[in-house]
């Protein structure tokens, strides 16, 4: 398993993305500087118990949801049941933002 640092990082720039928040803005409603919690994402940094619960408080989560890993995956039948399920509800609009986004990475 990867590291634990790792993992948190990512899952923590996964929910703040999700919520479409810059680590500026994340900065500004922790009161954290968003270069630490740059270092955090990339895992870097070993937060605090109380730097984790504004960060959780920020992204609208439990606390004990930054340590949800389930979204770091190898396995590629899981992963294109979690885009689907991420595809729910997508509009026209979004659909087409995505499809440039896969042909870009896809060159």
Do not use: C, W
Request: charged share 35%; net charge positive.
């Amino acid at each position: 398993m990867e590291n634990a640092k790792i993992l948190l990082g990512r899952r923590i720039r996964y929910l703040r993305n999700l919520r479409g928040m810059t680590q500026e803005q994340l900065g500004t409603e922790t009161d954290l500087s968003y270069k630490y919690l740059g270092s955090i994402e990339r895992g870097g940094k070993n937060p605090s118990i109380d730097n984790l619960q504004k960060i959780a408080q920020a992204l609208k989560v439990e606390l004990y949801e930054l340590f949800i890993f389930d979204h770091e995956t190898d396995d590629i039948k899981e992963l294109k049941k979690q885009i689907d399920e991420m595809l729910k509800g997508v509009g026209k609009k979004e659909y087409r933002a995505i499809y440039r986004v896969i042909k870009a990475i896809m060159k």
